[in-house]
Structure formats: structure tokens, C-alpha cells
């Protein structure tokens, strides 16, 4: 098997993955909760704001620092939210560990299961 059938398997276990189904669905019942989207907007909107003003190098008042931390506060309290972001660190923490294995994987280093099961590392253990 070429390299590149290799990679295509692994983007093919990868969007069959839980994290990534889990990502998908939390995403879909953030977008479908009002309240979920108007924060997202609102998030949005300042952002697109205070990075324009970073760019022209102001730096944001204590109001407007103020305003980010009540914003984030409210998308953390809303329960959509929440789970769309936990999902989202959950599969990037997935990339994280594949990314880590396939270094160590061409700098000849072998690696090891951090779960002990193998679950983490596809198989390189013998249990």
C-alpha cells in the first residue's frame, strides 16, 4: 500500500470517528438553538470589532476586555455551546495524538500507548 492509500485510509478512520461524529451533532444542536446563535453572533461581531482595532494598534479599554469576558461567560453557560466546544477540543486532541504519533513515527522513535490499550496508537503493543 502507497503512502498516499495510507493517508487517504487514515482521513477515512478519522471522519469515521466518534469525536468527529460527536463534533458534528454538537455543532448541529448549537446551530439549531437561538440562544446558541445569537451568542455566536454577537461573538463574531466583537471579534471582527476588536481585531480591527488591534490591527490599527489600539488596544481594547477594560470595558471592552470587560465585554469579552461577559460574552465568553454566557457562551460557556449556554449547555449547546459548551458541547459543541468540549466535542471541538475532544477531536483536536484526536489530531493532536496522530500528529504526535506520525513525528515519532519518522523521527524512528517508537511509540508508546497512553492509555494501555492500544486505542491511542493503533496497535503497536502487545496486549
Not at 517508537?110 to 490499550?117: A, E, M, N, P
Amino acid at each position: 500500500m502507497s503512502i498516499l492509500e495510507k493517508a487517504y485510509e487514515l482521513g477515512q478512520e478519522i471522519a469515521a470517528s466518534k469525536e468527529l461524529a460527536e463534533m458534528k451533532n454538537a455543532e448541529i444542536a448549537m446551530m439549531n438553538n437561538e440562544e446558541a446563535q445569537n451568542l455566536i453572533k454577537e461573538f463574531n461581531q466583537k471579534q471582527k470589532q476588536y481585531m480591527e482595532l488591534q490591527k490599527q494598534g489600539i488596544p481594547l479599554t477594560e470595558s471592552q476586555k470587560n465585554d469579552v469576558q461577559d460574552l465568553e461567560k454566557r457562551m460557556l453557560d449556554n449547555p449547546f455551546v459548551y458541547r459543541f466546544f468540549q466535542a471541538q477540543q475532544n477531536f483536536e486532541r484526536v489530531l493532536q495524538e496522530i500528529n504526535e504519533i506520525i513525528s515519532k513515527a519518522i523521527a524512528g522513535e517508537h511509540s508508546s500507548c497512553s492509555d494501555g490499550s492500544c486505542s491511542t496508537c493503533g496497535g503497536c503493543c502487545d496486549h
